[in-house]
């Protein structure tokens, strides 16, 4: 199959968040199971310097908005096509692709990502002078969200695919940004871009693209329902026929206990009582008391609402009662981050606090706490229950979003089955992370129970090569083929 996979950034080259992660890992899994895969990015000024030297013009178009150039590279480390739309006025800027350097959006992002999808129409419709068609355009968020819309215009075009990897990212514009971009004025209603008065780029993935995904299948679920549509849960069940949910990998080089350069002892699933010795280190070396009986429980995350942070400091005055030692790894608002601290300054021998990005601290943490603590308000896939199952750091997590469909709680009849690999609850409450946090604490006392939920955690497929099968037999559905390459 020939695919056109388009994001508005992708790993090695770019990267703020998960979409750029999954840009730069599913597009090189698809073409490992023998597809035929281009991504198309907008040339950011820093992946024009990370590219140099080797890359190619491949193309000129005249847009309506402009004149653009078709670059050609590959993607780092990969033998994967990468087009760049090179639009100097657009994407020739230091830094975020997406703010300025205030942390404001840029005035113009609705004309760059407009422009990203004009080009992106024309490479789809072979009208750009690449001589390659794809058989589908697969678009993600709402940088892409013009895509579908402007595709849907054409008598004869290519299968797509629209992938949610937040909601809460929209891309909203005022309704004189319609005209100002010379969309068609019948896109403009409810029925097509219009969402409250203003223009919204991600409506035209979910009203106009073939198939929707998110990136968990239980997220897929609640974006339809008020609590977590932002909104759009309207849009969403009438289109709940054609929008599932395929789970995220993680890079399983990068995040194995077996050969993790960050840990001071490696492991894996038959010598998991080597993660002691990782556990006595990190004691040590967050100044806690050095010793296996409390439980260690990890926390590594951006501190912002979502991820419950608020809910963890109303627990930790009790939690730091009970025998128990947090390290917690992470930076966001202020008043969190503060808050942490001003607690943790309180009890220096039970909890640590370190404010900032530290990927070698985030390896260490999985590599030797007991519990990893997750209680997201929402989670549309989530990477570290993952990265925890896989390093034996039992996850206790809210079940919400990907967490509800990568950790399965320890009930009597889960761990009879032996496919429990860790703790959840629903309510986000005080009551509920103290009840969670209780029940993992007392199951450390049976070794036998605490290996077998480890064991099960790390036996699991979270790979790239996985997520890729699951798009893969997608794209073959919407194709109406049998054979998935
Ligand atoms: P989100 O994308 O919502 O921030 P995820 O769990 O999906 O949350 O992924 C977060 C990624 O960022 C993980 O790889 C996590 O380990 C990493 N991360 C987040 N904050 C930090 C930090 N302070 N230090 C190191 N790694 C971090």
Redesign the pocket.
């Known amino acids: 199959m020939k695919v056109l996979f388009v994001a508005s950034e992708a790993y090695p080259l770019i990267k703020t ?2 979409l750029g ?1 999954v840009a730069g890992s599913l597009p090189p899994a698809l073409q490992d199971l023998g597809h035929d895969v281009r991504l198309l990015l907008p040339a950011y000024r820093d992946v024009l310097e990370r590219v140099r030297g080797r890359i190619q013009t491949r193309a000129r178009l005249g847009l309506q908005d402009g004149p653009v150039a078709v670059l050609e590279t590959t993607l780092p480390g990969t033998s994967l096509p990468v087009w760049l739309v090179d639009a100097p006025a657009w994407f020739d800027r230091p830094g975020n692709p997406y703010l300025d350097p205030q942390g404001r959006p840029w005035p113009d992002n609705a004309q760059r990502f407009a422009g990203l999808a004009r080009t992106a129409v024309a490479i789809a419709q072979d009208r750009a002078g690449l001589q390659w068609r794809p058989d589908l355009v697969h678009t993600n968020d709402w940088q892409t969200g013009l895509i579908p819309a402007l595709l849907s215009l054409e008598n004869d075009r290519p299968r797509q695919i629209f992938t949610i990897h ?1 909601l809460a990212y929209q891309g909203l514009f005022p309704m004189e940004t319609f005209r100002e971009l010379g969309l068609p004025v019948f896109l403009q209603s409810m029925h097509g871009l219009e969402f409250h008065g203003q223009l919204s780029f991600i409506k035209g993935g979910l009203v106009f693209a073939d198939h929707i995904t998110t990136v968990s299948p239980t997220y897929a679920r609640e974006i339809q329902t008020p609590e977590y549509g932002c909104g759009l849960e309207g849009v969403l069940q009438a289109r709940s026929r054609d929008l599932s949910g395929i789970l995220n990998g993680i890079d399983t080089e990068t995040w194995n206990p077996a050969t993790d350069p960050h840990l001071p002892c490696r492991y894996d699933a038959h010598s998991l009582e080597r993660r002691g010795k990782n556990k006595g280190r990190l004691q040590r070396d967050c100044g806690l008391h050095v010793t296996d009986r409390p439980t260690l429980v990890g926390m ?3 501190l912002v609402e ?2 419950g942070i608020d809910v963890v400091l109303e627990a930790l005055p009790r939690l730091l009662q009970w025998p128990l030692q947090f390290v917690i ?3 966001g608002e202020h008043r969190y981050e503060a808050a942490l601290e001003a607690l943790a300054a309180r009890h220096r021998h039970r909890m640590a606090v ?1 404010i ?4 070698g ?2 390896h260490r943490i999985e590599g030797a706490a007991d519990v990893f603590l ?1 209680p997201s308000r929402f ?7 993952m ?1 925890s199952l896989r390093y034996g750091a039992v996850p206790v997590v809210r079940a919400t979003g ?1 967490l509800a469909d990568t950790v399965v709680d320890a009930t009597p009849d889960h761990t009879i089955a032996g496919t429990a690999d860790g703790f959840t609850f629903t309510p986000l409450s005080v009551e509920a992370v103290l009840h969670a946090l209780d029940r993992a604490h007392c199951s450390r006392r049976s070794r036998s129970l605490w290996r077998g939920l480890q064991r099960t955690g790390m036996a699991q497929d979270f790979s790239w090569a996985r997520s890729a099968r699951e798009y893969s037999a997608l794209y073959a559905r919407l194709l109406g083929r049998s054979e998935a390459a």
């Open positions: 968040g998960g992660d937040n590594v995350g951006r979502q991820k790894l992470g930076s370190h900032g990005y530290d990927e601290l985030a997750m989670e549309p896939c989530g990477l570290n229950q990265y990907g």
